[in-house]
């Protein structure tokens, strides 16, 4: 089993900076792909931004150029570092691991950014 636990949402004017933090525990050895994706309202969760245990990385083309999704294994951590942020970043961000052969996929509780234009 994979607990993630996210943090470091909250409000922020437009064109501000924010950043999201996810810590997992348990069996975080077996944790492969990490990422952070979002859901507005009324709106499906969508993938924002992906980091692969060889760090290797990937963005939603909403954000490419404006957020960094980086990985700390020695604590276990990845962090989503969002500048430039805009109305329509608001949402609820959610911590993604995929772990195991079999990929097995776990979220955090989720954490409210807010954008105020």
């Known amino acids: 089993q994979v607990q993630l636990a996210e943090s470091g949402g909250g409000l922020v004017q437009t064109g501000g900076s924010r950043r999201l933090s996810c810590v997992a525990s348990?069996?975080?050895?077996?944790?492969?792909?990490m990422g952070w994706y979002r859901q507005a309202p009324g709106k499906q969760r969508e993938l924002v931004a992906g980091i692969n245990s060889g760090g290797s990385t990937n963005y939603a083309d909403s954000v490419k150029g404006r957020f960094t999704i980086s990985r700390d294994n020695a604590e276990n951590t990845v962090y989503l570092q969002m500048n430039s942020l805009k109305p329509e970043d608001t949402a609820v961000y959610y911590c993604n691991a995929l772990a195991g052969f079999l990929r097995k996929e776990y979220w955090g509780q989720g954490t409210q950014v807010t954008v105020s234009s």
């Open positions: 348990g069996v975080i050895s077996r944790i492969g792909f």
